[in-house]
């Protein structure tokens, strides 16, 4: 498809001081191209097109000059112009796109997908329902990292950390985690978790992408296990001309500006347990323990920093091109947190009753690298082979602090202060990829692409320790002593999870023309090899004698009391360990498998470039199941699931005209449970027993989606949408009667239970007006899953004297993290002249379910939160930027409630309202920050 | 020929499998002794005069019973001793311990390893029921020595408990089951003494003492458990006595009765505030508590409220006869951290520091909390002229009036008009 070079002159007054060249550049549909550059090239009078295409150039010297128009993925425009006195406008001017068909997830040269524009054309040409953010876009938003960049999607929110790691997991369109999956370059990508598949986004910088795709709909080609959507993180290509990029801020969390951040010396960890050192039958002794690492320090100044450098190039006639890229970050981060343990009444009123307050303060100290580097050959004209390959590695030292406070009373001196711990835990996972792929066209009508992909994830947590002492009124009259904690809450565990995937594409399309219609006929397959093992091995201790009291000089009244012991230090404790030979939760040390193959075929049917039809099926076959290393007596030790499923999907796309298109989709798509889940493990808890199911169902899922959208300019989008899920045996985790299966107690467990429906409407709104944008999205979701809950009450509620007993009862609820409402704003500056972008964004998302509860009544609901960030870049020249970002102006805080009313005595405790207000079951603080940067860019 | 059995001989054949009883020579004067040894499954009976020596884990297997007569000494032994190897005492059928008085029936370890340094170091495993225990039944036994952490295969970690935890000297869990633990003596245990998640129980006229390290109770009773624990001593034990709650829900809800019981110096070695140091009733459970003789202990009868809160309804405390040696024990006599005050006990005898007396035969109140002493050197019955020989209720019946356990009769007492376990001599 060849597009045609269209030009226009129109003249105006002319300039005082030379004369004033304007015009407005178009793309091959005649939509505004922004960006593009436009220079004269003999002399060195340049400008870019703005956010309308339109380009002003002053003080041009009269007589001849070559206009000059250049944009990336299009051939250059070219033209001799006379200046006079007059000012000169050069309207329309039509660049020629220099690509072939566009096709999803292809890494052909074509439309640079890390421009704002090249991210409209991706959606609008896209074959299934998806919204795009460019690289270009996150670098002008107050986004960093790719949570931070997907939260501003429409139809998408984050699901909050209480712990402000930055553990980030996606939740689109209100399917919570479980529902969605997570690609890098269109491959999946292997999970550290121990024991579920979804990736947590703060594993991916953002500099290393060219793009982030969500995805909402499902074609054949692509993998079957989504319902929400998909988070496709597109990593940087080999770039089409020389490229360096380099990036580096410093900043600061505002909430360290009044606590100084407490950290502990992660170098003097030991990697290995003692059990894995010298084996299951050694008896460790207090000196295979380090100590160090168990005190904590201060320090008063704890900025963040951070620095990327990408270098990209082409050689050999363009043949070769190569692409590095790398970050590294180092982060302190706090977070201010209170926690109310919530138990329920047993007089069948179901109503939350508090007895605990636990006060924390998270440190994390994180640092990041990421790697990307990717080679393209061009081995001829029909094929071309890439290798790339990603490092990313996150370590997190975190330190949590905590005081428990026993509220035994009414009166605020009734309470004690029962329990500080400190819990000292080193998170490092890592996850590296390989992927081979080529595409070959084999002749006119066929082509072919394969993908081999290598990818390993890991996640290790050496010496996970608690240190937990408690407070004692009574040793010494009228004051609070100070006394390792007994019972072995003093812990210590070495726990490491491993994720493999060997995975092999394969796609096969033959296109037949005729003169109006274009068919395309594509199959193809996909075979994954997935192998994880876990392992944990935990050490409890008691102190020995078992009164330790801290202060060297402390003593108790009684002088009886011979046997003590005082510290101030962990290195000064004596311990006795209860379980010297380490113990090894059994289930949690497994190894498991989800070995997935499957073959696709679909038709995707062009009709006079007006019509477009994909239909197809694809068909599934897994085999997950686990091997436990160390079974029990009378448990299964190997068990697995295998399955095949078909999965057919359609998405029809018509266009209006070639500005708008109606889209309908429909896709069926399985959700398998998690690994853990279908593991026969056995906990008790205090109230109840946690059972695996070994039975668990795959959920099942029809998703239709249907969206009207129009692109009027370059970088303008209006689109409404509707969308209508139907979620079959959803898994949810119920209290029930454990005797059904061999356990004489009450057990919770994961379950399907019955039909969840999931409805709702999307809107998004850009529009630019020369260097100002508007950017609106909101999106209102209805969910409902019924399931069962417990509710303890007495047998015969006439009677007070007969038993109290536990019964079930339905209650129907929206899914666990779907909020209701959600809404984006934003107001964008991009001024092209004086090279200042600004950035004011605004975030809503709704209340939600936070945790789902046991007991009927009960969920943990979190409050509205309300985000409000800025962003503001000035550029020095031509290749120099420097920018603030500040995000949380508004300070928010995370807050958990129930929806029951909280009692007077209750009432009176820290945190609550008055009585009859919601019971407030926690408040996060994570505070603002902000960063002060400089960009450079070739 | 000698038709004498060497004992050395005997013992190789009977290894691991169940065992029969022996002849003896009827000429012999004075005891003889069977030395055994036990590992696997065992059923059947054991005689008076055995020892049985045991270094891995035996099991009654489900559907069958063991007997263990008068006078027969279990012993725990072997290298395994203290970690999670430490041999137990699976009961998946039916366990009758029949001591006599004068002739116990003990589980214990070899002499050699009966110190006061192994008080608390938990050497073997405990008696460890499965849910399919059926019926337990303990009478004049003494068991010591046991809470060694637990390991994959113990039937602990079967009932839902941790790994690694130290295990129980006793626990039971079968909901439709019967246990009577009375005239014992289960002492120097790591963590709790008994614990029982349901089942029929009836616990009278045993001494606990030493029990738990830095925490646990004597009776530790949790949800679906029916019964009476009355007559016994319970002498410094480091949380509770008698505990009970309805906790993790089974049915029946928990309804005991706690009656006639003597508790001294308990509750000082626990570091946490505020748990109990005699009668605890918690989490939805109901029950009475009556005549009890509370001694130097860090708590009185606590019930507890708040979201932790017993069936108030339907629980009773009341006729607490209270002495204490120093104000904080006077202070929590009504413990702050409970919902009872004295108005709620409007019979219970209580004052300030060393007054009401008990006037215990052998055992001097003032001392204070002493760590080392033995309670068996000492006499805790009431001297005459003893405030607590007279007051106490006698109009309540126990929760069951017996439970029948292997054909034997295990009665509940009537409860007696004086506080505490013990009358006059």
Not at chain 1, 98 to 103: E, S
Not at chain 1, 562 to 587: A, V
Not at chain 2, 106 to 123: C, H, P
Not at chain 2, 142 to 164: C, L, R, T
Request: aromatic share 12%; glycine share 8%.
């Amino acid at each position: 498809m060849k597009h045609a070079l269209l030009f226009a002159f129109t003249f105006f007054t002319a300039h005082l001081y030379g004369s004033t060249l304007k015009g407005v550049v178009l793309d091959d549909e005649e939509l505004p191209l922004i960006g593009a550059t436009v220079q004269l090239t003999e002399t060195n009078l340049f400008t870019t097109t703005g956010m309308d295409g339109s380009f002003i150039i002053n003080g041009v010297p009269t007589g001849y000059h070559i206009l000059k128009i250049s944009f990336v993925g299009f051939t250059s425009f070219e033209k001799t112009i006379s200046v006079q006195n007059e000012p000169i406008v050069i309207q329309n001017i039509q660049l020629k796109l220099n690509v072939t068909q566009l096709t999803e997830f292809e890494f052909v040269q074509d439309v640079d997908g890390s421009t704002i524009s090249g991210s409209r054309i991706k959606e609008k040409s896209s074959a299934m329902v998806m919204n795009v953010t460019s690289a270009e876009a996150i670098a002008l938003s107050p986004d960093n990292s790719v949570a931070e960049v997907v939260q501003r999607i429409s139809g998408v929110t984050m699901e909050s950390n209480p712990s402000g790691t930055g553990e980030s997991f996606a939740i689109i369109r209100g399917m919570p985690k479980r529902y969605n999956y997570t690609l890098v370059n269109g491959i999946k990508i292997p999970s550290s978790d121990n024991k579920n598949r979804y990736v947590s986004l703060d594993l991916f910088p953002s500099d290393l992408l060219e793009r982030v795709e969500v995805v909402k709909s499902l074609t054949p080609n692509m993998e079957g296990d989504a319902v929400g959507g998909a988070v496709n993180m597109v990593m940087r290509n080999a770039p089409n001309k020389k490229l360096i990029l380099a990036n580096g801020f410093v900043g600061y969390h505002n909430i360290l500006f009044n606590q100084s951040f407490q950290n502990f010396d992660a170098q003097e960890i030991n990697p290995v347990s003692p059990f894995e050192k010298n084996g299951p039958t050694y008896k460790a002794t207090m000196d295979d323990f380090t100590t160090k690492n168990m005190e904590s320090n201060s320090k008063d100044f704890a900025p963040d920093y951070y620095v990327s450098l990408g270098y990209g190039q082409r050689f050999f006639k363009d043949k070769l091109g190569v692409l590095i890229s790398g970050t590294a970050n180092k982060m302190h981060t706090g977070t201010d947190a209170v926690r109310f343990e919530p138990s329920t009444t047993r007089d069948g009123t179901s109503l939350p009753v508090l007895t605990n307050m636990s006060e924390r303060f998270y440190f994390n100290d994180i640092t990041q690298f990421g790697l990307n580097v990717a080679v393209d050959y061009q081995l001829s004209k029909n094929h071309k082979i890439r290798l790339s390959s990603i490092f990313l590695d996150l370590n997190n030292n975190q330190l949590r602090n905590e005081t428990k406070t026993r509220l035994w009373g009414v009166n605020p001196g009734d309470n004690q202060v029962e329990v500080h711990s400190q819990r000292f835990r080193k998170t490092h996972q890592r996850i590296n990829n390989y992927t081979l792929e080529a595409e070959h066209k084999l002749s006119d009508k066929w082509t072919l692409d394969w993908k081999a992909a290598y990818s390993k994830a890991r996640r290790e947590r050496p010496d996970h320790a608690d240190f937990v002492t408690v407070s004692n009124y009574s040793l010494i009259q009228d004051q609070k002593s100070i006394l390792v904690a007994e019972d072995g809450d003093n812990s210590r565990a070495w726990e490491y999870n491993t994720d493999k995937d060997i995975t092999g594409i394969l796609n096969l399309a033959y296109t037949k023309d005729n003169e109006k219609n274009t068919y395309v006929f594509k199959m193809g397959g996909l075979y994954r090899l997935k192998s994880r093992n876990s392992f944990i091995v935990t050490y409890n201790f008691n102190p020995d004698p078992g009164i330790q009291a801290y202060g060297y000089d402390w003593k108790p009244d009684d002088s009886n009391i011979t046997k003590y012991g005082t510290w101030e230090k962990y290195g000064d404790i004596n311990f006795r360990i209860r379980n010297p030979q380490g113990s090894t939760r059994n289930e949690l040390n497994q190894d498991s498998h989800q070995n997935v193959a499957a073959v696709y075929g679909m038709v995707d049917a062009d009709f006079s470039k007006v019509l477009n039809v994909i239909a197809g099926a694809r068909i599934e076959y897994t085999d997950q199941g686990y091997t436990l290393l160390a079974p029990r007596a009378g448990q299964e030790p190997e068990n697995k699931q295998t399955y095949s499923d078909v999965l057919p999907s359609m998405a029809i796309k018509y266009a209006l005209n070639n500005k708008s298109n109606i889209r309908l989709s429909y896709f069926y798509s399985i959700i398998r449970p998690s690994y853990f889940e279908i593991v026969p493990y056995i906990y008790r808890q205090e109230d109840y027993v946690e059972m695996g199911n070994p039975e668990l169902q795959k959920i099942r899922t029809h998703n239709v989606d249907l969206r009207y959208e129009i692109f009027s300019k370059g970088t303008d989008q209006f689109l409404i949408g509707a969308f209508y899920k139907q979620i079959n045996d959803p898994i949810e985790y119920v209290l029930t009667d454990g005797n059904d299966f061999g356990v004489n107690d009450i057990v919770r467990r994961p379950q399907n239970f019955g039909t969840a429906i999931n409805y709702g409407a999307e809107l998004n709104f850009i529009k630019y007006i020369r260097s100002f944008g508007v950017k609106i999205n909101y999106s209102y979701t209805h969910s409902e899953i019924t399931t069962q809950k417990s509710l303890r009450k007495r047998e015969d509620p006439e009677d007070n004297s007969s038993n109290i007993v536990t019964v079930n009862i339905d209650q129907s609820r929206p899914l666990q993290g779907q909020a209701s409402h959600i809404g984006n704003f934003s107001l964008l500056y991009k001024g092209i002249k004086n090279g200042f972008n600004a950035q004011l964004a605004f975030n809503y998302t709704g209340e939600r379910i936070r945790t789902v509860s046991n007991f009927y009544n009960n969920d943990e609901w979190e409050k509205p939160f309300y985000q409000l960030d800025f962003s503001a870049e000035k550029n020095l020249n031509k290749k120099w930027q420097v920018y603030l970002k500040m995000r949380n102006l508004l300070n928010a805080k995370y807050q958990t409630f129930i929806k029951q009313p909280v009692n007077t005595e209750n009432s009176k405790f820290p945190y609550q309202g008055n009585p009859g207000d919601n019971v407030i079951t926690g408040e996060q603080h994570v505070g603002s920050s902000f960063r002060i940067g400089v960009r450079f860019n070739m | 020929m000698n038709k004498k059995i060497t004992l050395l001989g005997l013992s190789l054949a009977l290894m691991a499998t169940t065992f029969t009883s022996c002849t003896k020579d009827e000429e012999e004067a004075g005891p003889q002794f069977l030395e055994l040894t036990a590992a696997g499954p065992v059923s059947g009976k054991w005689e008076g005069n055995s020892i049985v020596t045991i270094t891995e884990d035996v099991v009654i297997p489900e559907g069958e019973s063991l007997t263990i007569e008068a006078g027969a000494q279990v012993i725990f032994a072997g290298d395994n001793l203290g970690t999670a190897e430490a041999p137990e005492f699976q009961v998946r059928g039916n366990l009758y311990i029949l001591g006599q008085e004068g002739n116990m029936v003990t589980f214990s370890v070899e002499e050699a390893n009966q110190t006061e340094a192994n008080r608390f170091m938990g050497l073997w495993g405990g008696i460890q029921c499965a849910a399919t225990c059926g019926e337990l039944a303990i009478n004049y036994a003494k068991i010591e020595y046991a809470g060694a952490p637990a390991g994959p295969n113990s039937i602990f970690v079967e009932q839902g408990e941790d790994e690694g935890d130290p295990r129980y000297a006793i626990i039971y869990g079968n909901l439709i089951g019967k246990v009577a633990i009375h005239n014992s003596i289960i002492q120097n245990t790591t963590d709790d003494a008994f614990r029982s998640l349901g089942g029929q129980l009836s616990v009278v006229g045993n001494t606990f003492a030493y029990v738990g390290e830095t925490g646990g109770e004597a009776l530790n009773i949790k949800s679906g458990v029916e019964g009476d624990m009355a007559y016994n001593l319970f002498y410094n034990c480091a949380t509770n006595g008698t505990k009970w709650s309805n906790s993790g829900e089974r049915s029946p809800q928990t309804n005991c009765t706690s009656y006639n019981n003597t508790f001294v110096n308990c509750g000082w070695r626990r570091n946490k505030e505020g748990r109990g140091a005699s009668v605890n009733i918690e989490k939805g459970a109901r029950g009475q508590s009556y005549n009890q003789l509370i001694v130097n202990c860090k708590y009185g009868v606590r019930v507890v409220g708040g979201d932790d809160e017993a069936d108030l309804p339907n629980t009773s405390v009341d006729y607490a006869f209270y002495f204490g040696n120093e104000q904080i024990m006077i202070d929590e006599f009504y413990p702050t951290h409970g919902i009872f005050t004295s108005a709620d006990s409007p019979n219970d005898i209580y004052g300030a520091i060393n007054e009401n007396d008990p006037k215990f035969v052998d055992y001097n109140v003032a001392t204070g909390k002493l760590e080392n002493l033995d309670y068996a050197d000492y006499d805790f019955h009431l001297a005459g002229g003893s405030l607590a020989l007279t007051g106490a209720k006698t109009n309540f019946s126990p929760k069951n009036g017996a439970l029948v356990i292997g054909g034997v009769t295990y009665t509940n007492p009537s409860p007696s008009a004086h506080f505490g376990a013990f009358g006059s001599n």
